[in-house]
């Protein structure tokens, strides 16, 4: 069996967040403002929230985190914008930092994308993480009049580096195939330095190397198929990350690695899971001990920041979750082992 080198050095902190449902009936004031609060006062290292701005009825490209293909709720269904969303959780929290999971960066002018992050940034006083991806969705990018789809890689690779020439340079200058600037200031900067964290999304072999080339952490959503990343194919990928750091001249052990995924915390008397062996058998979920051992497998896969998914679109639910996790669970594993 091929062996994979194990990332990170021992006792490293491990941060915790949860994604927030932006999208369908729990998009709601309320719901999201209740949420967002109690990760705040539990301690929660960050909320994040997901990007799409219309929902095509009709498309050619299944969606890739289902096995049905399916987007989950349809296109006729509320869907908040997120730089919108996160400036409004910025403003109902104090501490937490907010993000996106992911901001889909070909779909907006990256002038305006950066002008909007440095001001959230800067009002917040640097609690914005900047999750970023390339979409995956045609039409989507049809009816924004985004870039041409086939070309999102290269376009995203570009607007990064356009939008931190004008994050970090008082007189940016760049000249790209898809954008050019000169002659312009941009103020405020974000108050993060050298700007706030880029994190990329995507598990193939270009967005490896988009990590290894431009990120500051890697973002993979796991355990939602085809995406499993069990943690001996997490530390496989995470491998490459640092080959691609390497080989861009940058310091591997600088890129944080993060993972999304659905958390679940079986109550002590549960004996098997609705779904039957196959949800049973999943990492991160199952009794409290079990999802302690599986967040220890993959810490030493190199993970040193977990984004939970809810699995049941409760509140109720979902605040006794995150109360659950930060009793039963954080205070074994908030320190890589």
Known sequence: MKRVRRGGSQGQLVEFGFHLPGRGPLARPPILARLARKAD????????????????TKTSAPYPYSPTGEFPGGSRQDYLEPLALIGWLLGVT????????VLVVPYR??????????TLDALSGGRVIVGCGVGWWPEEFQALAAAPFPERGAVTDEYLQLMKELWTRDEPRFAGKYYHVSDVTMFPK??????PPIWIGGHTDRALRRVGELADAWHPIGLRAPARLTPDEYAEKAQQVRAHAARAGRRSEAILLTLRAPLEIWPRQRKKAP??????????RGPAEKVIQDIRAYTRAGVRFFVFDFTEQDPKAMVETMERFAKEVRPKVARAR
């Open 41 to 56: 006062a539990l301690g929660y290292a960050c909320i994040t929230v997901s990007d799409h701005v219309v929902l095509p």
């Open 94 to 101: 104090r501490r937490i930092r907010v993000g996106t999971s």
């Open 109 to 118: 002018n990256p002038v305006v994308t950066a002008k909007q992050l440095a």
């Open 190 to 195: 974000p108050a993060q330095k050298p700007h």
């Open 275 to 284: 779904g039957g062996a196959q949800v049973q058998g999943s990492p991160l």
